[in-house]
């Protein structure tokens, strides 16, 4: 039978974040989609030109409808927009089993756009962090959840940690902004005391929209089929490495990433990605 992976996330009219990002992940890492929408954008490769929330009450039943029908194997979060809506996917997932949960604490949009009102942060980091089986921060997104400058790899691991006392069970510090490398440093930590840096080549592109999201989808996936959180996340950097590689030259600015090419790149598609344990 098919694993089936859940999506808790905004929708992106330009089909390179958001839910529309999400599914075509799911879908290419052999995964069946299912999706609560809680926002509409209306979007493009050039920036959000204006945010729609869904109500409350259509958030909490598009959550019960896929709970109570499927044998969700892993969720994840994304563009969650407002507190009442982090509370209600909160309160309403509390009453379902315990299952891997993906937190991607979505913020702002590549062209700037805010997608997390200012009063939602205090409820992201009291009701769902502490449910969190992963959190998955870039470094704009941990600065402001931490309240710490973060420009190096101990940064990083300062702000990790700081998340493990929140109550998440593991964090993927995302570590594209970090200007002080050559490389695209991805940093997991546990509560358990795992500790793996990935690095892979920068790559000089702007077909990056959407790679947030399409990254904790691959993680959600992998651990949707039943892998270890350490196995998703090596995975999942190899799908965004390939991802972001092979662009597709799309739009008129930030276009998106191509979903298709990990699975394009088949056995190739490994050595991209250079593995570090702690010593």
Do not use: W
Not at 68 to 94: P, Q, R, Y
Not at 179 to 196: K, R, V
């Amino acid at each position: 039978m098919i694993s089936v992976a859940l999506t808790i996330a905004g929708s992106d009219s330009g089909g390179g974040a958001g839910i529309q990002a999400d599914l075509k992940t799911f879908q290419e890492l052999g995964t069946f989609g299912t999706s609560v929408l809680t926002a509409v954008t209306a979007q493009n490769t050039m920036g959000v030109r204006a945010v729609q929330p869904i109500n409350i009450d259509m958030v909490i039943n598009q959550l019960e409808a896929v709970m109570d029908d499927f044998s969700v194997g892993a969720i994840k979060t994304g563009m969650l927009f407002s507190a009442e809506i982090i509370e209600a996917v909160a309160n309403t997932l509390a009453r379902y089993s315990k299952y891997p949960l993906v937190i991607d604490p979505v913020m702002i949009a590549k062209g700037g756009a805010s997608l997390l009102q200012q009063s939602a942060i205090v409820a992201l980091k009291e009701c769902l962090i502490p449910m969190a089986s992963l959190l998955t921060p870039n470094i704009p997104e941990a600065e402001v959840l931490t309240g710490m400058s973060i420009s190096s790899l101990t940064d990083m691991e300062i702000a990790a940690n700081r998340f493990l006392e929140m109550g998440t069970d593991a964090v993927l510090m995302k570590g594209g902004h970090r200007q002080d490398t050559l490389f695209a440093e991805d940093l997991y930590i546990s509560a358990s005391g795992e500790y793996l840096l990935m690095k892979s080549k920068r790559i000089d592109t702007k077909d990056t929209h959407g790679t947030g999201c399409t990254f904790a989808a691959a993680i959600t996936a992998e651990l949707a089929k039943g892998a270890l959180m350490s196995e998703a996340v090596v995975t999942a950097k190899q799908y965004i490495h390939a991802a972001i590689e092979d662009g597709l030259h799309l739009g008129k600015g930030n276009g998106p990433t191509n979903h298709a090419a990990f699975r394009n790149r088949s056995n190739a598609k490994r050595k991209d990605v250079e593995l570090i344990g702690k010593s």
